[in-house]
């Protein structure tokens, strides 16, 4: 069975300093990987994903992130951080192939502090 | 293009009451996924549909159920309510046969049981 496990429910980041969200997968096959952002009463937007391409992948918001199979990990990485970035984070993954649901980690709450 | 929409936003029901939540997916996309979001569990899927048949469904008890009509609009219902089933009822539509490429969700219903 496919899991996702997302290392600290609540990271807490300075403006400008940068912003590390950590994902480790555990999947029988090669897997496809995402991360998903949610605002305060909203749904879950993706901010970018990983099919079997290139290993780093860069998303939307200066976001990227680096599947790295020997490690079993996608962490999540920007750069500088902004007051903007303060949402819960998902890290979530699926079969390569078919039709098989994503399952989803249990998220990190990012904080901002200015 | 309107995104997905959720209605209604809110409810609140009480214990051994049942509740439709309706789904209206992005124009064009046949795939609508339910997902049940608690801060204990998480996101954990519910079920799948994709043009009105139920493709894939999660580890939720009988009295969890789901439809989808023609225009690819989406009802879940769940009758005998439960307090545990409190919870943000998120609906996502995908764009693509394969279920697993991208998810477009909704904002959610928020469903308090009292």
């Known amino acids: ?114 | 293009k309107a995104g997905v929409t959720q209605t209604p936003r809110y409810l609140i029901k009480t214990r051994g009451q049942q509740v439709t939540l309706s789904c209206s997916p992005i124009s064009g996309h046949r795939s609508v996924s339910w997902y049940q979001q608690t801060p204990g569990q998480g996101l954990q899927f519910l079920f799948e549909y994709f043009s009105e048949t139920q493709r894939n469904k999660g580890n939720f008890p009988g009295r969890f159920s789901g439809r989808q009509f023609s225009n690819s609009r989406s009802e879940m219902n769940v009758s005998t309510l439960e307090l545990g089933d409190s919870a943000l009822y998120l609906c996502a539509s995908s764009p693509e046969a394969q279920l697993n490429e991208k998810l477009f969700f909704g904002s959610g219903t928020q469903l308090s049981v009292l």
């Not at chain 1, 590390?20 to 990987?33: H, I, T």
């Not at chain 1, 750069?79 to 249990?106: I, Q, R």
């Open chain 1, 1 to 114: 069975a496919q899991s996702v496990t997302q290392l600290g429910s609540h990271v807490s980041v300075s403006e400008g300093a940068l912003v590390l969200l950590r994902c480790n997968y555990s999947s029988s096959v090669p897997p496809y990987l995402f991360w998903y952002v949610q605002y305060p009463n909203q749904g879950l937007q993706l901010l970018l994903k990983y099919t079997s391409a290139a290993t780093l992948v860069k998303g939307i918001n200066g976001f990227e992130a680096e599947f790295k199979k020997s490690e079993t990990s996608f962490h999540l990485t920007k750069p500088s951080a902004h007051m903007s970035d303060a949402a819960e984070y998902f890290c979530a993954v699926t079969f390569s192939s078919g039709n098989t649901p994503l399952v989803f980690g249990k998220g990190t709450r990012l904080s901002v502090i200015a």
